[in-house]
């Protein structure tokens, strides 16, 4: 009898310690898993959207066992310290331009080349090609899995002229975003410095630049129609187009189950196909019609003056790209592979 009942107590404490430290993850009252997302931009920027739209659709897909929780305007990290904290796994998603990082992976410096993208579509398209893979292999590399694939197209905005060609540049204080815009425009003689986009505004009040480049939507978002008197839009040509894309954590993509896993692809199938390009395609026009009504001098580049930026490209960013970083040339090569 004593040996029955110290198993019928054994029994019970199993039964007690399943049901207390098991049970819960099953139960539909368990507690989500709260995700991260950091991004410089400022709150209601198509980014941010982004962001937020796509995790309401997780979760929704997840029946709630995953929230997002996004911090816009660098309220949760600053720009340049998210890659370090995807790293670590300090930080579970980031909206983030791949280029901030080339500082420490170089080959990065591929997703912001001078005229290498020659629209938002082609950008996008990378995703299905060598060029994507190739980058995306590189983020894995480094401890981060892409999401979303999210290009934007750029222009240069100026206080003291309009900036036609790469002449244009010279005696500027300038913002260019990128390290291999930032050569290549140093060689036409401008002053460089480097910051997020989101600190241009303060910058240029305070004429520590009176020249940039950024993103459609950064020009609108953070409201630089107010301190900028001229403007190189990128309507029908433009030298400069950007990924800025939604990226995780690989530490905490490898947390998820296989069936929240297979929920985040089915989410950005859909957003790839459906809503980016959707909200994407009216950027410039957003543009145009804000800086019209603010008063500032527009100009939409040439096919003629467009060439010649390639010409200069080729000569400063392409060649010091594929000298300098392993693998380079043939990063390169596939870029130009992607706009055929």
């Known amino acids: 009898m004593k040996k029955c009942a110290k198993t019928l107590v054994f029994l019970t404490m199993v039964f007690f310690l399943t049901s207390v430290f098991i049970m819960p993850a099953n139960r539909a009252d368990a ?11 400022a709150a209601g920027d198509v980014r941010d959207e982004m962001a937020k739209v796509f995790g309401k659709m997780v979760t929704e897909k997840t029946n709630g066992e995953i929230e997002f929780r996004v911090y816009p305007a660098q309220s949760l990290f600053k720009a340049n310290t998210q890659w370090d904290a995807l790293q670590k796994g300090a930080l579970d998603l980031a909206v983030y331009p791949l280029d901030y990082a080339s500082g420490k992976v170089p080959q990065l410096s591929i ?10 579509k082609q950008g996008s398209d990378w995703r299905n090609k060598p060029i994507g893979k190739k980058v995306e292999g590189l ?25 036609k060609l790469p002449a244009d ?8 975003a990128g390290k291999k815009f930032e050569f290549m425009l140093g060689k036409a003689g401008a002053s460089i410095t480097s910051m997020p986009s989101s600190e241009t505004y303060h910058a240029l009040s305070t004429g520590v630049l009176d020249t940039m480049l950024t993103s459609t939507a950064s020009f609108v978002s953070f409201r630089l129609y107010e ?24 530490k905490t993509w490898d ?3 296989p069936s929240q896993q297979k929920a985040f692809q089915e989410v950005e199938e859909y957003m790839h196909e459906t809503w980016i390009p959707e909200n994407f395609k009216n950027l410039t026009d957003k543009l145009i019609t804000e800086y019209t009504k603010a008063g500032v001098e527009l100009h939409y580049m040439t096919k003629d003056e467009f060439d010649k930026w390639l010409a200069y490209a080729k000569e400063t960013a392409w060649k010091e790209f594929a000298n300098t970083v392993d693998g380079g040339q043939e990063l390169l090569d596939m870029a130009l592979d992607a706009m055929k």
């Not at 301190?227 to 690989?250: A, C, H």
Request: hydrophobic letters at 45%; a positive charge.
């Open 31 to 41: 507690a989500p898993l709260v995700l991260k997302v950091s991004h410089q931009f």
């Open 255 to 257: 947390r998820l189950t």
């Open 139 to 163: 983020l894995l590399e480094n401890g981060v899995r892409n999401v979303l694939w999210a290009w934007f197209d750029g222009g240069v905005g100026s206080k003291v002229r309009q900036v």
């Open 227 to 250: 301190v900028l008197k001229y403007l190189n839009v990128p309507r029908d040509y433009s030298i400069w187009f950007m990924s800025e894309n939604l990226i995780m954590s690989k």
């Open 169 to 176: 540049v010279e005696g500027t204080k300038l913002r260019a």
């Open 111 to 120: 997703t912001l080349m001078p005229c290498t993208v020659a629209s938002i």
